[in-house]
């Protein structure tokens, strides 16, 4: 029996750089139920009335000065210190820019985007209906555009979009340079959520405001 030939190279163990990290965190139930009642009852009153069928409804951006999102502005202040203590970035305070809420009906959803200027976003969900429980974030890098080849299987190192599955209650908070979008609603409930922005204090000026204007249609 012929000897098995001697590897020509030992091992290789793949080493991965520039990580993208998204912080995922659950609302505890006994602030869950109570929250989430305050700001549906808070958005109802804004909103007068459901949006339409493939329609999505966006509030106004300074949700986190009304009094029904204390509660959730809490929540967003240690979520978003957790994730600056893990990026181990200094910094004297942060503030929230802008926090508004997403009303998507059946068929609604939102097309790829960013939120420029400022340092980290994120969302919290209030209702995931089955079909509606999902979000997309997308490869930040674009030189892996240039060459796609056919793969045999879809893993974390090939793929360009990892889609993350959320609940009532789920609180995600990402960097805000980091593209993301959300599927049709393919429910028949509507899907609700708050998404907010987050600033350093020392450069939380005019410019971080959101770059677009709620649509109320």
């Known amino acids: 029996m012929a000897a098995t030939e001697p590897s020509r190279f030992e091992e290789s163990h793949p080493l991965r750089m520039f990580p993208t990290v998204v912080w995922r965190g659950e609302v505890a139930a006994q602030v869950r139920d ?3 009642a305050g700001i549906v009852g808070a958005l109802d009153a804004m909103r007068g009335g459901a ?3 493939g329609a999505a409804w966006q509030s106004d951006q300074a949700l986190h000065e009304h009094d029904a999102f204390a509660e959730l502005v809490a929540c ?5 210190a957790a994730a600056l203590a893990h990026l181990k970035i200094g910094h004297d305070g942060f503030a ?3 926090c ?3 009303v998507n009906a059946p068929g609604a959803g939102h097309a790829m985007h960013s939120h420029p200027n400022n340092l980290l976003s994120g969302v919290y969900y209030v209702t995931t209906p089955d079909g509606a429980d999902t979000v997309n974030f997308h490869d930040p890098r674009p030189q892996t555009a240039i060459m796609r080849p056919p793969v045999t299987e879809l893993t974390a190192d090939n793929t360009d979009q990892v889609v993350v ?4 209650g789920t609180l995600l908070v990402f ?5 993301h979008s ?3 609603n393919r429910s028949s409930e509507p899907r609700i959520s708050v998404s907010f922005n987050i600033m350093l204090a020392s450069y939380a000026g005019r410019m971080s405001e959101p770059l677009w204007q709620p649509d109320r249609a």
């Open 34 to 36: 109570p929250l989430n």
């Open 175 to 179: 960097p805000a340079w980091l593209q």
């Open 100 to 102: 508004w809420a997403n």
């Open 51 to 53: 949006p339409a069928p």
């Open 182 to 184: 959300v599927d049709a």
């Open 96 to 98: 929230i820019t802008a």
């Open 165 to 168: 599955q959320v609940s009532v």
């Open 76 to 80: 967003i202040d240690e979520a978003a």
